[in-house]
């Protein structure tokens, strides 16, 4: 290794992902904006994407001064539907922006073809992957490996470019950010130890109500503070400290991997048949959570938390998530059911964790409980 940890870091995180180059960021919702700035959007040009996806993505979009235009997913993927991209195209459309949901990369090549088609940017959207070469194709790509991500270290996002002239622009971008301080960076790794070693599926409950008590950005409030704490305030490099954490969680990725592919092979033989159930995804891939589409959603998680059983609420109500109601779509764009299958999905998607802490007593409980609710809808 050399003398520089962060340089190591996106050395070898390009090695792992066949990338050419590789800039780390902070967050990776900066390291999208520096993607679509650096690749010569402007403001007033228009993203296609996903609205199943993060509030910081629509608001990445709008701090580059860009317009996010929603095209509706596919309900067997989860994914951007590709048929539907050519209604959304203008004369303004420049990017096509691919969220690869849970980790499921489905549609991504008839979405990469459209946008080559046309001349579009195709940048994905990898935050919910684990990396791999396989795991992005695009123009450009973002990875997190913050707290509670796929591999979760702490220690940044990171943008993956193909084109030389776009990565100068990227890393220059980057160098003109703050790095991430010290006290910030030990933080975020002690929370990746703390989500990877410490909190146990039966805790998941009661951080994740107590986390929506004291985080603000689960609460509604103007764009301009949006934009302000969610993307400003955070836009930073990272500290070495992250760099080192990550670089220790590479290490570790094939095995998590293994154990996420095992947990999304499991779900898929328990729940295959059952009733009342719809399952987007099969097993075979290392995913973020194995989705499912259940009845009575506000039932089914209520069940869990009385039971101590993981289940992930992402989305909670409304496509862009953390929001619950669509009336709060607006100011990031949305315009409330033009993307009907997403707002479907939305209120009926949970999904069924493969973490490191995962094991079979677990899948065990969420199986019956599954059933139950399936079987009682």
Known sequence: MGADPVVDWERSFSQRTAAPFAVSFAYARTALAALLTGAGLEPGDEVLLSPLTCKVVPLAVLAAGLKPVYGDIRRDTLNLDATRLESLRTDRSRAVLFQR???????????????????????????QC????????????????????????????????????LAERVRS??????VTGRAAAAQAKTEAWVRNHALSPSLYWTAFN?????????????LATELHDEFSAVAARIHPV????????????????????????????????????????????????FPVLAPRKDALLRAAQQRRIEIIAWPVRAPIYPLDDSASLEQYGYTGASCPVAEDVAGRLIGLPTHPLIEERHRAALRDLLLEHGAAA
């Open 210 to 222: 107590l986390n929506r008590r004291i985080d603000p950005s689960y609460r509604r409030r103007p």
């Open 242 to 289: 992250q760099a080192r954490a990550g670089l220790a969680a590479l290490a570790q990725a094939d095995a998590v991997a293994r154990q996420r592919t095992a947990c999304c092979d499991a779900y898929a033989t328990m729940l295959r048949d059952a009733p009342g159930l719809e399952l987007p995804c099969g097993g075979g891939e290392p995913l973020y959570y």
């Open 173 to 178: 971008a980057c160098e003109t950010l703050p």
């Open 101 to 127: 949901t849970y980790g499921n990369a489905a549609g991504v090549a008839p979405a990469a073809a459209f946008a080559k088609a046309h001349g579009l940017f195709f940048v994905e959207d990898c935050a």
């Open 130 to 165: 684990m990396p791999s070469a396989s795991a992005w194709c695009g123009d450009g790509a973002i990875f997190s490996n913050n707290p509670g991500k796929p591999l979760s270290a702490g220690s940044g996002g990171i943008a993956l470019i193909r084109n030389g002239a």
